[in-house]
């Protein structure tokens, strides 16, 4: 694979970053993950939008402009030949001199810029056949979820403590309600109405969601914008969740519980649809 280091293009196995990088030591660093599709890049504009929000809430400067950025995508999915699957983003404050909890001036030290693709089955596969199990876990991550940072070891917990209990991804909950997936929004749909918490700095706000509400909106689907307890999920017609290589992912099962029939549900479904149909149309 080749994929981009701080401006150079590189084989995998050649590229480095220095131990000195703060996304390395401190987890420094936000990120993006586009889908590619037909090799192109589906909702670039969407995802580019929230890193800039990202970089600017961490007063963190790209060390390319966003012309470049997404030249460097379409450079990337040619060399690698990249059809279907992913380009994974990563820009950090760079390195400092030594180990400093205070950020380094951006005007000394330039930001350090990785991003790589990976091919991936994103349109078919067998968690969207059956759906997945999920289990639930206390949100104990910091209180800047709408910032998209590295900081992912919760998370990743979560995810193993998931597959220790034989599920597949975990919900958080904070305060008795549901937050989001470990990297997804969540959303159930109870009696027709589509339920999913509201946009606040306790979620990551997901490029996924943004248009998959747009498209249930014109779709006349009914959308309520509220948090729910993983009790009312439970006891719901259908649970799904999103995300930019997941699309709408069927969740059948909660905490052990079987959500509606067990089977993936009507309303995500019809979304994925909706989704794959409509979203090549604005790829770039
Ligand atoms: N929530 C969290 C915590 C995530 O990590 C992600 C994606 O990685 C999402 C939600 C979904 O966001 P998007 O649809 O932009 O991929």
Known sequence: RTVYVNGDYLPETEAKVSIFDRGFLMADAVYEVTSVLGGKLLDFQGHVARL?????ELQ???PVTMDELLEIHHQLIEKNDLDEGGIYLQITRGAGADRDFLWPDPEEVQGGIVLFTFAKKITANKSIDEGIKVISIEDLRWG?????????????????QAK??????AWFVEDGYVTEGYANNVYIVKDGV?????LSNDILHGITRAAILKFAAEAQMKVEERPF??????AADEAFATSATGFS???VEIDGVTVGTGKPGPVSKRLREIYIEEMPKTAL
């Open 52 to 56: 800039q929000r990202s970089l600017s």
């Open 60 to 62: 963190m400067v790209s």
């Open 144 to 160: 800047r979820r709408d910032i998209k940072t590295t900081q992912l070891l919760y998370p990743s917990f979560a995810k193993m």
């Open 164 to 169: 220790k209990a034989g599920a597949t991804d």
């Open 194 to 198: 589509i339920i999913t918490r509201q």
């Open 229 to 234: 307890t993983i009790e009312e999920a439970q």
């Open 249 to 251: 992912q069927p969740v």
